[in-house]
C-alpha cells in the first residue's frame, strides 16, 4: 500500500485546562484511525506545527480498549514540527488546544495535526 495522509486546523478554543482538565469537548477533534501496523498499514506518525507563538495542545489516544489520559504536548512555534509515532492498536485520538496557564488567553493561533499512514 502506498504512503497516504490527512491534514487539518485544531478548532479554536480552549478544550482542556493547565492540568488537562475538560474545558469543553466542543474544542477537540477526534481523529480515528485504521490500526498501525494491521493490515495494509505500516506505522503511523501524528505530528503537529503552529505559528506565530509557542502552543499547548493535550492528546489522549485510544489504544487497546484504553484512553491513555490527557498528556501535554508542547508544540514550538520557532522550531521543527512535533512529531509522534502513534503505537499498535490505536483507534483514536482525541486533541484539543490546552491553556499553558491560567492567565492563557491565545486560544486562536494557527496549529495543524498531520496523520501519515506509511504502508507496509
Given at each position: 500500500?502506498?504512503?497516504?495522509?490527512?491534514?487539518?486546523?485544531?478548532?479554536?478554543?480552549?478544550?482542556?485546562?493547565?492540568?488537562?482538565?475538560?474545558?469543553?469537548?466542543?474544542?477537540?477533534?477526534?481523529?480515528?484511525?485504521p490500526?498501525?501496523?494491521?493490515?495494509?498499514?505500516?506505522?503511523?506518525?501524528l505530528?503537529?506545527?503552529?505559528?506565530?507563538?509557542?502552543?499547548?495542545?493535550?492528546?489522549?489516544?485510544?489504544?487497546?480498549?484504553?484512553?491513555?489520559g490527557?498528556?501535554?504536548?508542547?508544540?514550538?512555534?520557532?522550531?521543527?514540527?512535533?512529531?509522534?509515532?502513534?503505537?499498535?492498536?490505536?483507534?483514536?485520538?482525541?486533541i484539543?488546544r490546552?491553556?499553558?496557564?491560567?492567565?492563557?488567553?491565545?486560544?486562536?493561533?494557527?496549529?495543524?495535526?498531520?496523520?501519515?499512514?506509511?504502508?507496509?
Amino acid at each position: 500500500m502506498a504512503n497516504s495522509f490527512q491534514t487539518e486546523e485544531i478548532p479554536h478554543g480552549f478544550a482542556f485546562t493547565e492540568t488537562g482538565a475538560l474545558i469543553h469537548y466542543k474544542h477537540t477533534i477526534i481523529l480515528t484511525v485504521p490500526p498501525p501496523n494491521a493490515g495494509p498499514w505500516g506505522d503511523t506518525w501524528l505530528s503537529f506545527g503552529c505559528a506565530w507563538a509557542d502552543t499547548k495542545l493535550g492528546v489522549s489516544i485510544y489504544t487497546n480498549g484504553t484512553w491513555s489520559g490527557v498528556t501535554p504536548r508542547n508544540v514550538p512555534d520557532g522550531g521543527n514540527r512535533l512529531a509522534e509515532k502513534l503505537p499498535p492498536g490505536t483507534q483514536k485520538v482525541v486533541i484539543g488546544r490546552m491553556k499553558k496557564d491560567a492567565a492563557d488567553w491565545a486560544d486562536n493561533l494557527p496549529i495543524s495535526w498531520l496523520l501519515e499512514y506509511l504502508g507496509t
